[in-house]
């Protein structure tokens, strides 16, 4: 399945300072791209020349800074763009919050309506446990799913999980799991993708025509945070339907690569399927990657560790048969297709670096592995010379607290929280990195994400604590793990840099994200972003 022929904008850029990503064009203040390329770079007066003689529009940026186009490495746009419908429970910090905002979504919602829910926190379970029937009185009769804040765990009320035809505790092939209390009756926790998969498949789903409309939507506030593309972490024939149907409609405002899903329950026939559509691509999307999950999330001590979290938790792989994930690695991998895999936990990590390392040796496109979200020194010393991707996202660290006692801190026990998000360590061990936002879990907008990176704390507060300062990355370290490098390792050699033959892919910054305060960049405003020579927002 190819999208039809399509034709990039032209455009020129003029009083622009530019960050280029490479050593040439130093003095170098516009730009011209002809037919969705860079052509040229060279000063305003010889660039506004050629594009007047090609009668091509010419936009004067009156001393904005100029960087390739920002990718984020690691979101879900589609999967994410069903919570927009959602009542969204950040913030909510006990359950007397969560049920109000609960009882005004159902109250809005004709009868029988499922009441969805996005973005819960852990910590007001802490004493009642993940339970549904906390919010029955709330929704009033209605079913009930809402998502935790990591997209690994949901809680469900009794009519949710009677629609979804569960009554008791269920065998998987991975360590997803429906809680159940001693007398095997589900308590309405509903953990990992599997278990996950067979609640919300009950659930009433978009048609296509409003998953589109939804992708759009959310594609286009993308590009207005200065996005010009990014990796799609999960999806599958549909996905590719919705990135053919917006191309051809010309509302595709993304370069993006669709990595499609393979959880346990994905059968031989699917995986036939998703090989078999490796090649499908159009003028700015490719749909030639597969990602895989080799392990849950430390909050609820399903994260593969070294050594067992503070409950006991923590000591096995989201696949009960690790051989059979790993021949499943190989086969996508001898299939061509860019293999990345979901690894929070350090054992995790260290164990899909075994099975990368007995794959045969290429240079690029790389392996990837996302998350990296624990690291002991054994894994950065593991990581050296691997020729791997570490796709992370430090804005995670968001949910930690000063004191150490959010849920992820005790989980972990006394002294590993160190070993959280160690950007700079994998950095530092000649490791490719790469940035992103793993949307909806965390905002996309890639400004908060660098700033994280950057100052290892909530950006705009400064008496925010910092986590683990050692671990910050500079201005221009953050910029390129946005463009550049994960252009690079992804073997896309004509994206990431500023130069002749280059995507016409530019975010346009008010002032320079490489030297602005981390505080400040938060706020720095997008001039306008330009995906494939055409102005897509500004």
Known sequence: MTSPTLTGGSLAVVGAQLRTNTADHSEATALLIREGQIVALGDDEGIRAAADADGITVRDVAGATVTPGLFDSHSHPFLGSETLAWVDLAGKGTLDEIRAALATEAARLPAGAWVRGWNLEYEPFEESGIRGDLFDAAVDGHPLAAQFYDCHTYVANQAALEIAGVTGAREFDDASEIVVDPNGVPTGEVREITAIQLLTSAAPEPTHEEAVAASRQILERFASVGLTGGAIMNGGAESIQILTDLEASGELVQRMTLHQWHTANTDDAEMVRIIASRD???????????????????????????????????????????????????????????????????????????????????????????????????????????????????????????????????????????????????????????????????????????????????????????????????????????????????????????????????????????????????????????????????
């Open 280 to 538: 499908a691509r159009g003028r700015l999307w490719q749909a030639n990657g597969i990602k895989l999950i080799s392990d849950g999330v430390v909050d609820t001590g399903t994260a593969w560790l070294h050594e067992p979290d503070t409950c006991g938790d923590g000591t096995a792989s989201l696949w009960s048969d690790w051989d059979a994930f790993a021949d499943i690695v190989r086969r996508y991998d001898e299939a061509g297709m860019l293999v990345t895999t979901h690894a929070v936990g350090d054992y995790a990590v260290s164990r899909v670096l075994d099975i990368y390392a007995s794959l045969p040796p290429r240079a690029r496109p790389a392996r990837i592995i996302e998350h990296l979200e624990v690291l002991a020194d054994q894994d950065i010393e593991q990581l050296k010379g691997s020729g791997v991707l570490a796709s992370m996202q430090p804005s995670h660290m968001q949910w930690r607290v000063a004191d150490g006692s959010d849920n992820w801190t005790v989980r972990l026990g006394e002294g590993r929280s160190e070993t959280g998000y160690r950007a700079r360590s994998v950095l530092n061990a000649g490791v490719a990195l790469a940035l992103g936002s793993d949307w909806p879990v965390a905002t996309y907008d890639p400004r908060v994400n660098m700033a994280w990176a950057r100052g290892r704390r909530e950006p705009g507060t400064p008496n925010a604590p910092v986590f683990d300062p050692q671990e910050c990355l500079t201005g221009e370290e953050a910029l390129l793990a946005y463009t550049l490098w994960p252009a690079r390792a992804r073997g896309h050699d004509d994206r990431g840099a500023l130069a002749p033959g280059m995507v016409g892919d530019l975010t346009i910054w008010a002032e320079d994200p490489v030297t602005v305060d981390p505080d400040e960049l938060i706020g720095v405003d997008i001039v306008a972003t330009v995906v494939d020579g055409r102005v897509v927002f500004g």
